[in-house]
């Protein structure tokens, strides 16, 4: 069984920064790609930000020049280094990865709230 485990979220002021982290477990060949989602009150679910295997990065359009994604292919890990946060980036924000089992398998974690309030 394969699971994501986030880090990271809480609450912060507008024009701060924040850092999410997720770490991929269980039985685990390699990981074609994570990245992080998220999804507001009465709002759809959208990309966040994705890198690949090979470090290729994809953003949403929302978080471009704000957000860095990187990751660690040895550790299975992810980070998300927001800055510039405004109150419309409040959200509960979910690692997603593809990951080689040796099938591939989609897998969510369990989100993190992230709250940007004065």
């Known amino acids: ?8 979220g809480g609450l912060v002021q507008p024009g701060g920064s924040l850092r999410l982290s997720c770490a ?3 039985s685990i060949s390699g990981i074609n790609r994570m990245g992080w ?6 709002k759809e679910r959208e990309l966040v930000a994705t890198i ?9 359009g929302s978080v471009k020049d ?5 990751g660690d292919n040895a550790k299975n890990t992810v980070l998300l280094q927001t800055n510039s ?9 979910y690692c997603h990865a593809l990951i080689i089992t ?3 398998l989609e897998v969510w974690g ?3 709230l992230v709250t940007v309030s004065s």
């Open 1 to 8: 069984q394969v699971q994501l485990v986030e880090s990271g």
């Open 24 to 26: 991929a477990s269980g």
């Open 37 to 42: 989602y998220r999804q507001a009150p009465g």
């Open 52 to 60: 690949t295997r090979g470090g290729r990065t994809n953003y949403g």
């Open 66 to 70: 704000r957000f860095t994604i990187s």
């Open 85 to 93: 946060l405004k109150p419309d980036d409040t959200a509960v924000y």
């Open 102 to 104: 040796p099938t591939l």
């Open 110 to 112: 369990q989100g993190t």
